[in-house]
Nanobody, 123 residues
Framework: QVQLVESGGGLVQTGGSLRLSCAAS????????MGWFRQAPGKEREFVSA????????DYANSVKGRFAISRDNAKNTVYLQMNSLKPEDTAVYYC????????????????WGQGTQVTVSS
């Protein structure tokens, strides 16, 4: 059974930083692209970032480019999202997701999802 467990969310002030982690089990982690998505209240779940199964060519939504960084540690079956210069509009539940091989932006393309972790940025 595949499990993705996010952690690292919390309350932070504008301009602050958080590092999200997503620990995976039940799959061959090194064969899966990993993505981060977020969903704010009343909005659709949106793409944030993704990294290929090999760890190259990370992709970012324009809204987070230059502030967020995705990385993965295949030895630990974990993907990270370093979030810097946080803004109130970054407030959302953040989800990690897994997709076999290629990293893409479409949320419907991802096969496995975590339960999410809340990130709240106060102004």
């Amino acid at each position: 059974q595949v499990q993705l467990v996010e952690s690292g969310g919390g309350l932070v002030q504008t301009g602050g930083s958080l590092r999200l982690s997503c620990a995976a089990s039940g799959l061959i982690f090194s064969s899966y692209a990993m993505g981060w998505f977020r969903q704010a209240p009343g909005k659709e779940r949106e793409f944030v970032s993704a990294i290929s199964w090999r760890g190259g060519s990370p992709d970012y939504a324009n809204s987070v480019k230059g502030r967020f960084a995705i990385s993965r540690d295949n030895a630990k079956n974990t993907v990270y999202l370093q979030m810097n210069s946080l803004k109130p509009e970054d407030t959302a539940v953040y989800y990690c997701a897994a997709r076999y091989r290629s990293a893409v932006r479409g949320r419907d393309e991802y096969e496995h999802w975590g339960q999410g972790t809340q990130v709240t940025v106060s102004s």
